[in-house]
Structure formats: structure tokens, C-alpha cells
């Protein structure tokens, strides 16, 4: 079955150091991955998606995200966090589009930015 | 611009009582999704639809229930609402047209607690 682990729920790093948040995934054939973000009391924004071709993805607000097959994950980074990125942050594996483009979800981490 | 809403925003109900969350989007797409926010567990899939009068249960729909009569609506309905129901609903749409690259593009969200 597929599944998707963020193994931090909760970060906190400070403003201006670079950040690396975890996710990894299990699913059979070639995944569809996703990074979303939720700011409080918001809905979720896609920050960028990986279908196939270069595995480095470059998203909005800095952030990128690296494919690595070999271990089944998808990191996302930024080199410099800002005090605006503290939100939740969700990664997610795509059951494809000849499967309806249904999502599963990581639990989410929660960033923290200290001053 | 095209866009997803979701009302009402906030709501307060009674256990025992059906409770209709409404979700409207105008990008014409043809995939619409509920999913259910709760802590710990990420966002989880209620019911999906890939079209007028097609509606499909997911990984949580005991107690849900979706129609679709058009498009651009998704109401999803709690037919008798429970405390095990207090949560933040999200509604979801993508365009199958885009194939590969389908990506759901999600609503602000609804707060709903059952008292």
C-alpha cells in the first residue's frame, strides 16, 4: 500500500539558517510528489511537484525539493529560512492520473523560526 | 481568477444533527475532493468525484455523504454529526486533462466542531 512518513513533526530552527524537512515514501511504481504548505488557519498551498526529469524541483518561496529513488524520499530545502515560512508543511504521493490523481498524505511538520 | 471556496469557514452543531459543508470551484475541473484535517494524521480522504453524478467513497467516509450535480459543486453532508467528527475539512479540485501533471489545488478550509 502506499504510504508517506514525515518522521520530524515538529522543527524549529532560526531565522536565516537553512532548513531540510523529511519525507519518505512507499509506492510500487514511479510516485507523483508533492510539497504543500498551510500557514495558520489556511488552506494548503502547493510549493512544488516532482512527475519525472531532473529530480532537483525548484518551488515558489525558495524552497526545492530532491527526488532520490534509491531511498524513497523527497527532502525539502531551503538554504535560508525566513520568519514567514513558519507553518505546516505536507508532503504527499500521487496515486497517478490514471488513478484519479488521489493524494496520500504525510502527517505534516510543524516549523518553528525563532528570531 | 478562477478559485475554490469553502463555507461556511467556522461552524458550530449539535450532536445528531446534518450538517452540509459547501465547496465551489470555477476552473471547471472535473476531479473534486473532501479530505479531513486532524492532528496527528495528516489530511485523510472522505469522498471524491470525477464528475457529474459520480461520487466515490475514500479512506474515512462512514458517516459522509457527496453528491454532484454539476461541476463547480461538492457539498459534502454529515448525516448525523458526532463529536469524532470535530475538524477541519478541505475541499480539493484537479483537472484530468493535465495527465501526468494533475495536481489538486485545494479550499481555505472549514473549521467544524460538534458539541
Known amino acids: 500500500a502506499q504510504s508517506v512518513t514525515q518522521p520530524d513533526i515538529h522543527i524549529t530552527v532560526s531565522e536565516g539558517a537553512s532548513l531540510e524537512l523529511r519525507c519518505n515514501y512507499s509506492y510500487g511504481a514511479t510516485p507523483y510528489l508533492f510539497w504543500y504548505v498551510q500557514s495558520p488557519g489556511q488552506g494548503l498551498q502547493l510549493l512544488l511537484k516532482y512527475f519525472s526529469g531532473d529530480t532537483l524541483v525548484q518551488g515558489i518561496k525558495g524552497f526545492e525539493a530532491e527526488f532520490k529513488r534509491s531511498q524513497s524520499s523527497f527532502n525539502l530545502r531551503k538554504p535560508s529560512v525566513h520568519w514567514s515560512d513558519a507553518a505546516e508543511y505536507f508532503c504527499?504521493?500521487?496515486?497517478?492520473?490514471?488513478?484519479?490523481?488521489?493524494?496520500?498524505f504525510g502527517q505534516g511538520t510543524e516549523l518553528s523560526v525563532k528570531p | 481568477d478562477a478559485e475554490i471556496t469553502q463555507s461556511p469557514r467556522h461552524k458550530i452543531t449539535e450532536t445528531g444533527r446534518q450538517v452540509t459543508l459547501a465547496c465551489h470551484q470555477t476552473w471547471n475541473h472535473n476531479n473534486m475532493f473532501w479530505y479531513r484535517q486532524d492532528l496527528g494524521h495528516g489530511l485523510r480522504l472522505i469522498h471524491y468525484?470525477?464528475?457529474?453524478?459520480?461520487?466515490n467513497k475514500g479512506e474515512v467516509s462512514d458517516g459522509y455523504s457527496v453528491s454532484r450535480s454539476n461541476t463547480e459543486d461538492l457539498p459534502l453532508t454529515l448525516e448525523s454529526a458526532a463529536s469524532s467528527q470535530t475538524s477541519v475539512y478541505f475541499c480539493a479540485s484537479s483537472d484530468p486533462r493535465q495527465g501526468r501533471e494533475e495536481t489538486q489545488y485545494f479550499g481555505p478550509g472549514t473549521r467544524l466542531l460538534v458539541l
Open positions: 468525484s470525477y464528475g457529474v453524478q459520480d461520487t
Open positions: 504527499a504521493v500521487g496515486a497517478g492520473y490514471n488513478q484519479g490523481g488521489k493524494l496520500i
